[in-house]
C-alpha cells in the first residue's frame, strides 16, 4: 500500500488532521513505492509492480485525482532508473526492460540490453541533448548505453 505521510516537523498542523499526500494510498495494485515523476500534469507513482497515474486538479481540497484506467502494469526497478526523455516518462522495470510511457508500456530496450541490466546491481537513467539532438542514458555497473531518439539505436 502507498501511504506518504508529512512529520510535520513544524507542529503546526493548522488545524489539519491528515497530510496533503495521505491521498496517494493505491487502491488498485497495492505495491511498494519506487519512484514519482511529474509529466504534462500527471504524477506517476512508480511501484514495484505496478504504475499509478495521479492528475493534478488545481483544487486545494483535493489536489490529486486517481487517473481511471490508466494504471500500467509495469513497475520500476529503482529510483534512479526513472527520467523525464522526449515529453514522455523512460524508466527501467522490475522485468529489466527499458520502457517508454504511452497509453502502455512500450519497450524500447534489446534483450542484450537487458542481459546486461539483469547482471547489474546499480542503475541510473538520464538524458540529455547535444546539438539539438536527444539521447538517453542508461548507467550500469560495467557499461553505459545511449539510445538515440532519433534513430532508435542503442549504443555503448
Known sequence: EWVFTDDNASGDDS???DSVLNYFTAESFPDGLVAIQNLRGQLYLFG????EVWQITGNSDTPFLKAQGLDLM?????RRAVTLYDNSIVWIGQD?????VDNVPVR???FDIEAE???SSSYNC????LRGHLFLIVELDTI?????????????
Do not use: C, H, M, P
Open 48 to 51: 514495484q509492480l505496478t504504475t
Open 108 to 110: 524500447i530496450s534489446t
Open 117 to 119: 541490466i539483469k547482471s
Open 96 to 100: 529489466s526492460v527499458v520502457y517508454r
Open 74 to 78: 509495469k513497475g520500476a526497478i529503482d
Open 15 to 17: 488545524g489539519n488532521t
Open 126 to 129: 538520464w538524458a540529455y541533448t
Open 144 to 156: 553505459t548505453f545511449q539510445y538515440d531518439v532519433a534513430t532508435q539505436e542503442w549504443n555503448t
